[in-house]
C-alpha cells in the first residue's frame, strides 16, 4: 500500500483512542482524538504494546514542567502507518519501537560528536511529545528502532527502556566474559539485568532481599545469589573477588552505598535509577573504583538491545492489561507487586 493511500485511509479514519492527563496529578483520562498526521522527517506508528515504566510518574504527577494534557509512554512497539515527507528509511507495515528517546537533531555539537542521547532539543517519548497510550503516535525517524521477528509487540515493549538501560550499561561498563558482575535489586530492570549479565558470559551474581528471591535468581541464570537481609552483600562479593562491575538497579540509596564496598579494583559501581540521595564513601574507592549514572540509549541501541534479546532469549516478565485498564495498570506498577514489567495491549 502506498503511503498517500495510508495517509488517505486514516484521514478518513480520523479517530483514535488515547490516554491523556490534562494536569499535573491528574487522572488518566481515556479520551477520543484525531489521528495525527506525520509531517516532514516523522513517522505515523499504529501502537501494539506500550509499557509502563516508573518514569511515567513524572508525566502522571507533574514532576518536571511539561504542557498538558500530555500522552504518556515510552515503551511502544508498533507498525509503521504512514510516512512524513523526506522519510525514506522506513517502510508502511514495518514493525517497529519508540524509547524514551525521542530522536535527535544531528546538528548540534553533541550529535556531530557522536553523543545522540546528549542533543540539545531533548527530545523524550511520552513527556516533550506525546507517548504510546494510544492507538497511534508520531515521533521522529530517528526515534524508530527495528523489532526483530522473533519477538512479539508485547515483548518488544519493555526492551525499550527497562532493557535498554540494563542491556547498554553493561555493555558499557568495561566488563568482559569471565569477569564478576553483580545486580543489585531483582525488580522490572534487575530481572532483566542478571539474564544479559548471564548471557553475557559474566559471572553473575544477583544481590537482593529475602532467601525466596534465590531460585528465581537462579531461573534467570544467576551463577550466585546474595540474600542481602543475612549477610553483608559487600563482603560477600569481595570473598568472590571483588565485582567488576555493580548495576544498581533499585531506588534506594542505602541498599546502593552497602554493596559499594564490593566493587574490586578497577571495577565500577553503575547506577540506573534516580536516587533522592545517598552516602558514598571514598575508602573502597582506592583501589581505583568508579561511580557512574547511566542514560538508556538511542533508537540503534534499541535495536542492539532487541536483536540479542531475540538471539540468547531474554524475555521480560510481564503483566498485560487493555489500554481501558490503564488507571489498575499504572497502579499495579506502582505497588511494586506487579510481575516485573507491566504492559498495555493497545491494538484491538
Known amino acids: 500500500?502506498?503511503?498517500?493511500?495510508?495517509?488517505?485511509?486514516?484521514?478518513?479514519?480520523?479517530?483514535?483512542?488515547?490516554?491523556?492527563?490534562?494536569?499535573?496529578?491528574?487522572?488518566?483520562?481515556?479520551?477520543?482524538?484525531?489521528?495525527?498526521?506525520?509531517?516532514?522527517?516523522?513517522?505515523?506508528?499504529?501502537?501494539?504494546?506500550?509499557?509502563?515504566?516508573?518514569?511515567?510518574?513524572?508525566?502522571?504527577?507533574?514532576?518536571?514542567?511539561?504542557?498538558?494534557?500530555?500522552v504518556p509512554g515510552h515503551e511502544i512497539a508498533g507498525v509503521v502507518a504512514a510516512l512524513g515527507a523526506s522519510v525514506g528509511n522506513w517502510t508502511i507495515g514495518q514493525r517497529v519501537g519508540i524509547g524514551w528517546n525521542g530522536g535527535y537533531c544531528g546538528i548540534c555539537p553533541s550529535c556531530r560528536r557522536g553523543e545522540l542521547f546528549a542533543?540539545?532539543?531533548?527530545?523524550?517519548?511520552g513527556l516533550t511529545?506525546?507517548?504510546?497510550?494510544?492507538?497511534?503516535?508520531?515521533?521522529?525517524?530517528?526515534?524508530?528502532?527495528?523489532?526483530?521477528?522473533?519477538?512479539?509487540?508485547?515483548?518488544?515493549?519493555?526492551?525499550?527502556?527497562?532493557?535498554?538501560?540494563t542491556f547498554n550499561a553493561l555493555r558499557n561498563a568495561g566488563a568482559r566474559p569471565g569477569d564478576l558482575v553483580a545486580i543489585l535489586g531483582l525488580g522490572g530492570l534487575g530481572h532483566l539485568g542478571v539474564q544479559f549479565a548471564a548471557k553475557m558470559g559474566y559471572r553473575t551474581v544477583a544481590v537482593a532481599r529475602g532467601a525466596e528471591k534465590g531460585a528465581l535468581a537462579q531461573k534467570l541464570g544467576a551463577w550466585r545469589y546474595i540474600d542481602s537481609t543475612q549477610s553483608d552483600s559487600a563482603a560477600e562479593l569481595q570473598k568472590l573477588g571483588g565485582a567488576k562491575v555493580v548495576l544498581a538497579t533499585v531506588t534506594d540509596g542505602a541498599a546502593i552505598s552497602a554493596v559499594q564496598a564490593g566493587v574490586g579494583v578497577n571495577g565500577t559501581?553503575?547506577?540506573?535509577?534516580?536516587?533522592?540521595?545517598?552516602?558514598?564513601?571514598?575508602?573502597?574507592?582506592?583501589?581505583?573504583?568508579?561511580?557512574?549514572?547511566?542514560?538508556?540509549?538511542?533508537?540503534?541501541?534499541?535495536?542492539?538491545t532487541m536483536a540479542f534479546s531475540a538471539m540468547a532469549g531474554v524475555r521480560s516478565m510481564n503483566e498485560v492489561f487493555p489500554l481501558d485498564q490503564v488507571a489498575t495498570a499504572y497502579e499495579r506498577m506502582l505497588s511494586g507487586s506487579a510481575r516485573f514489567r507491566v504492559v498495555l495491549s493497545v491494538a484491538k
Open 119 to 125: 542533543c540539545v532539543t531533548r527530545q523524550i517519548t
Open 1 to 70: 500500500m502506498t503511503n498517500a493511500k495510508c495517509l488517505s485511509m486514516l484521514a478518513a479514519m480520523s479517530i483514535m483512542r488515547a490516554v491523556q492527563v490534562s494536569r499535573p496529578g491528574g487522572p488518566f483520562e481515556l479520551v477520543e482524538r484525531p489521528v495525527p498526521a506525520p509531517g516532514p522527517g516523522m513517522v505515523l506508528v499504529k501502537v501494539e504494546a506500550c509499557g509502563i515504566c516508573h518514569s511515567d510518574v513524572l508525566i502522571k504527577e507533574g514532576h518536571i514542567p511539561i504542557p498538558y494534557p500530555r
Open 269 to 304: 559501581l553503575m547506577i540506573l535509577a534516580g536516587i533522592p540521595s545517598m552516602t558514598i564513601s571514598t575508602m573502597p574507592m582506592f583501589g581505583r573504583q568508579s561511580i557512574r549514572g547511566w542514560y538508556s540509549g538511542t533508537a540503534l541501541d534499541s535495536e542492539d
Open 129 to 165: 511529545s506525546d507517548g504510546g497510550y494510544a492507538e497511534y503516535v508520531v515521533a521522529p525517524a530517528s526515534a524508530l528502532a527495528s523489532i526483530p521477528p522473533e519477538l512479539t509487540a508485547v515483548e518488544a515493549a519493555p526492551l525499550m527502556c527497562a532493557g535498554i538501560t
